[in-house]
Every structure is written in C-alpha cells, then in structure tokens.
C-alpha cells in the first residue's frame, strides 16, 4: 500500500487515458532527466521550483521526481498550500521505468498547447488521432481542421504539427494508419491502445476482416460525420465515442452480450 499522499505507478497508470486523468508534473533534476530522457505519458517538465508559479486552475495533480523522494514530495507539499489535490508518484519515474509502463522520449514532445493542423471533415483517424493525443501526449492540444490543399502551409505559417497528410511524419505507413505511427513513435503501446489501433485501422482502412469491431467504428463515425457540421463539434463527440473504446479495449473486451439467454441454441 503507498504512504499517504502517494500512488503507485499502477494506479496511476489506471488514470492515465480517461477523461479525469490528472495533471502530470515531471519535477526531476536535470541531471535525472539526461539520465532517463523520457517521462510519463502527458507529463509536462517542469523544475521543482517553478510549481509555485503555475497559472493552471487547482485540481488533481500526481508529481514525478527520480525516486519519489524529496523534489515530488516538497512540490506536492507546495501545491496543496495552492488548493491541488497532489500526490507522489511512488517510486518515481524509476519504479515506473521498472514496471515496464509506457515513456515518451522527451525529444518528441511538442511544446504544451501547441497546434495540430490536418484535413477538414474528419473520419476516422483524424478522430482518433486527437483523442491519442489528448489523453496520452498532450491534454491542452489544439486542433486545426483546413482545406486539404492548405495544410503544409497553415502547418508552416502557424507552427502547428500536421498529421494524416501525405509525406509527413505522422501518417500512413505501409498497411499501418496514423493512429499506428503515434504510438511507435510516442512509444506508447499497451495491450488495450494496440487493440484499439487494430479496430482503428480495420475502420480507416475498409479492413473490416481485422476485427468485427471496425465495422461498428466506421459506422459510428460515418453518423457523426453526418450529424455535425462543424469539426470541432464533431471532434468533441468523437472525444467520448474514443473514450468508450479505450474503455472496452482496456476493460471490457471479453464481454459479450447474451439475451434473451440461451437465444444461440
């Protein structure tokens, strides 16, 4: 069991993906960061002496030093004299390095915030692909739906990531959809975000002899590509359809669904 004030990389881990997953501050000394350049998915850097200076409103928020000793537990310490619900990662980010739970390379990270720019009037992957970002990589991401024609200068003249597009590093690889490179590259495969990709690339790709969930995905998406008019609505909608999937990647996949009982005999 972890001390008070504190939780285990697991349960932590449990949080991670959903829609009240907390904030995530890396408060590790520079030193510790050359020695593990990576961090916790949604992890935003930051030194331990700047906690006191964060604008962002109090909530729930889980602090990560080397060993979960004294840099997470005095900014934990701090923030809770700001009104957050703080806990220590148990451990550190070494425990959750030796548990074997997913680590983005902090050379990847864009900056929080920043934009992502792909074609308007999304489907499938440029649904799932935000919904990948918001909950594993970047929870304050913005999203920019443009003619497709426009999106290599809109990503240039606003600094903003493109995805999905052709010749970019974020899109299609061989067989493997969008959603498939940011988890190679994010290094963020788990058993439920790789069953899900598989239901995301049998939507996106009309592979529908993947898994018999795609079909179920593509024509959930098809609706609310019909229903909403405006991207960003849409995104909003697809955000909680993704959540639902995660969920069932990760809880509910060996569930079936049997009634009237005894109606297969």
Do not use: N
């Not at 949604?42 to 729930?60: M, S, W």
């Amino acid at each position: 069991m972890p001390q008070f004030g504190q939780i285990t990389p697991a349960q932590a881990f449990r949080l991670i993906g959903t829609p009240d997953a907390p904030a995530i501050f890396d408060v590790r000394a520079e030193e510790d960061v050359v020695a593990l350049p990576r961090t916790l998915p949604t992890a935003r850097l930051i030194p331990h002496d700047r906690v006191a200076t964060l604008t962002d409103p109090p909530g729930r928020a889980i602090l990560v030093c080397a060993g979960g000793r004294k840099l997470s537990e005095g900014a934990a310490a701090w923030l809770r004299t700001l009104g957050w619900q703080a806990e220590v990662l148990e451990g550190g980010a070494l425990a959750w390095q030796a548990a074997g739970l997913p680590m983005t390379p902090l050379s990847l990270l864009p900056p929080p915030g920043a934009p992502w720019v792909t074609r308007h009037r999304p489907k499938i992957d440029r649904i799932a692909c935000p919904w990948l970002i918001r909950r594993f990589i970047d929870p304050t991401a913005r999203f920019l739906f443009v003619a497709p024609a426009e999106v290599r200068a809109v990503a240039d003249r606003f600094a903003a990531i493109p995805f999905d597009i052709e010749g970019v590093t974020f899109s299609h690889r061989k067989d493997r959809c969008t959603f498939d490179a940011l988890l190679d590259d994010f290094q963020l495969h788990t058993q439920a975000l790789d069953r899900m990709a598989t239901v995301v690339r049998g939507a996106d790709t009309d592979r529908h002899d993947l898994v018999p969930q795609a079909a179920g995905l593509l024509a959930l998406s098809v609706g609310l590509s019909r229903m909403c008019r405006d991207d960003l609505q849409q995104l909003e909608a697809g955000i909680a359809l993704y959540d639902a999937l995660y969920r069932w990647a990760r809880d509910g996949h060996e569930e079936g669904h049997d009634w009237p009982a005894g109606r297969r005999e």
